[in-house]
């Protein structure tokens, strides 16, 4: 079965790449919803949309620390 290593080595490099653009997707979607007021977040439909793609992204992040702790930085696991 060790044809299968590299395969696994891609895959894992794709994920750790893939998480890498979810939390900046999210940082960033956050950012944009922390310079609006709750009224706007609430009442503007690009604002309700963004904020639940960040916590679709959110949930997606979560999700994938918990299965993989190792993708986290050395930072985030404190």
């Known amino acids: 079965m060790e044809q299968y ?3 696994i080595g891609v895959i894992l490099e794709k994920l750790e ?7 900046f997707n999210y940082d ?4 944009v919803l922390r310079q609006h007021s709750p009224e706007e977040k609430a009442n503007t439909p690009e604002l ?3 904020g639940e793609l960040r916590d679709i992204y959110g949930e997606l992040i979560t999700r994938l620390e918990a299965r993989m702790p190792g993708l986290k ?3 985030e696991r404190a």
């Open 5 to 7: 290593v590299a395969l």
């Open 17 to 23: 790449q893939t998480y890498k653009d979810l939390k």
């Open 28 to 31: 960033g979607m956050d950012a």
């Open 48 to 50: 309700i949309t963004i």
């Open 73 to 75: 930085e050395p930072d």
